[in-house]
């Protein structure tokens, strides 16, 4: 498991690469990414679940896939 936080500055946006199967291993204060306020999932790709943060701090935790 991968558990980390990341912090967006203020009227930036940043794609995360996070090491998952799919958007249901991947949380954001518990909740699954696609819920999250100021996340927007993107994609599954090789293995990353790929996301866009706007401007915020955010807490995740992403089941590593194998």
């Given amino acids: 498991m991968?558990?980390?936080d990341l912090v967006i500055p203020p009227n930036a946006t940043a794609a995360v690469h996070l090491p998952a199967a799919d958007a249901v291993t991947?949380?954001?204060g518990?909740?699954?990414i696609g819920e999250a306020t100021g996340v927007k999932f993107?994609?599954?790709d090789?293995?990353?679940s790929i996301c866009e943060f706007g401007s915020?701090?955010?807490g995740f935790?992403?089941?590593i896939a194998h």
């Fill in 56 to 58: 915020g701090t955010f």
């Fill in 46 to 48: 090789k293995g990353a």
């Fill in 30 to 32: 518990g909740h699954p």
């Fill in 42 to 44: 993107v994609k599954v």
């Fill in 26 to 28: 991947v949380t954001d």
């Fill in 61 to 63: 935790t992403s089941e």
């Fill in 2 to 4: 991968l558990v980390g």
